[in-house]
């Protein structure tokens, strides 16, 4: 009977070995590289950014370790990722400082803080963000400036100078908003503060007449015609035609609360 059982038990053996499936050899970087580009070449950023991340995690000095994080930033931005696209861009820009895509990564950078306030309803309809929170804009004004001073000639220098622009004037619009409700409420000292920032910081920017306005009405209330007189010379000046002159040259500004307020204001609190 021995003789007869060690013969069968080796031969189960060699046939569980043969039943048992071999193990797949580990995909190569460049094969889990092509994978990520494939996903993303298809519009799949999700499933590209799993990619990628794994790539990192098995091969984090690879040939391909520094075009991944770049696709990285790209894949975080095409799927609307805006906090993560800017964490992965600082994290390029602290691991590569004299990478030659450097531009790169601060234009994305950028665009990713220009857009990280944009609300859902921005998509599909245009809305005011002067009362809004800006901070985010400044930031993204921050990497555009530190982009064309760095990189004056990079491909991206143009949009980002253009984008520069729009954040000035969104930030001057948020002073007059603030100007307005202080306004609106009597508080003629922070108006004129909030107008006098706007003409002192954003000179070039279309918000600077009203700003001037702004000034006259709050330094007429405050009875100091002197320097109502200036901020209006300022303005006749300089904006001649502006809607916030009058055919006499007097500043005429239609939301300007009246000093007899009615029982609808009060209602209202100014609003209306």
Request: glycine share 4%.
């Amino acid at each position: 009977m021995p003789r007869l059982i060690w013969p069968l038990l080796a031969a189960l053996l060699l046939g569980a070995c043969a039943n048992t499936p071999e193990e797949s050899p580990e995909r190569t970087e460049a094969a889990q590289y092509r994978e990520a580009q494939d996903a993303m070449d298809s519009n799949n950023y999700l499933t590209a950014i799993d990619r990628l991340k794994e790539l990192e995690a098995r091969f984090p000095y690879g040939r391909y370790a520094e075009q991944a994080q770049l696709d990285l930033i790209y894949a975080h931005f095409r799927s609307q990722e805006y906090p993560e696209t800017v964490v992965a861009a600082e994290r390029f820009l602290r691991g590569y400082p004299a990478h030659p895509r450097l531009d790169y990564a601060l234009y994305m950078r950028g665009l990713a803080n220009f857009y990280m306030e944009r609300g859902f309803f921005d998509s599909f309809m245009s809305t005011d963000k002067s009362s809004r929170d800006l901070s985010s804009a400044r930031d993204a004004f921050e990497d555009f400036e530190r982009l064309v001073t760095r990189f004056p000639d990079s491909e991206y220098a143009p949009d980002a100078r253009s984008r520069m622009v729009f954040i000035r004037n969104e930030m001057a619009r948020h002073e007059l908003h603030a100007a307005r409700y202080y306004a609106r409420r009597g508080a003629y000292i922070a108006a004129i503060n909030r107008a006098q920032y706007v003409v002192q910081h954003y000179q070039r920017t279309p918000m600077v007449p009203e700003a001037l306005a702004i000034m006259v009405e709050g330094y007429e209330r405050l009875e100091r015609p002197e320097l109502a007189d200036k901020s209006r010379r300022a303005l006749t000046e300089s904006w001649p035609d502006s809607e916030y002159l009058d055919d006499d040259g007097e500043v005429n500004l239609a939301w300007w609360p009246s000093e007899n307020k009615g029982l609808l204001s009060l209602l209202t609190f100014d609003l209306l």
